[in-house]
């Protein structure tokens, strides 16, 4: 075999060594882009359970003031009639 065609050959073979590493390396991509994108979908999911316990907590706070306003409104209608 000539210099030439051993060092070309040498070369062919690295560069499809080279080639299949980085194709190896490309290949795992697809695994890790998929493992995102459910840890993204699971990440919405939990943002909209908490935005609607949010909403309930909101409901809940709002039942809660009514609660007090009325009870201060009959506390103070108790007090006017037994200072009349």
Known sequence: MEPELKIFTDNVDAWIKQIRREFANFSDVPNVV?????????????????????????????????????SLKKGGQEQHKKIS
């Not at 909209?48 to 609660?67: P, S, T, V, W």
């Open 34 to 70: 998929s493992e995102n994108t459910d840890n993204i979908q699971h990440n919405y999911e939990l943002i909209y359970e908490l935005k609607d316990q949010i909403e309930e907590l909101k409901q809940e706070i709002n039942a809660l003031k009514l609660i007090q306003i009325i």
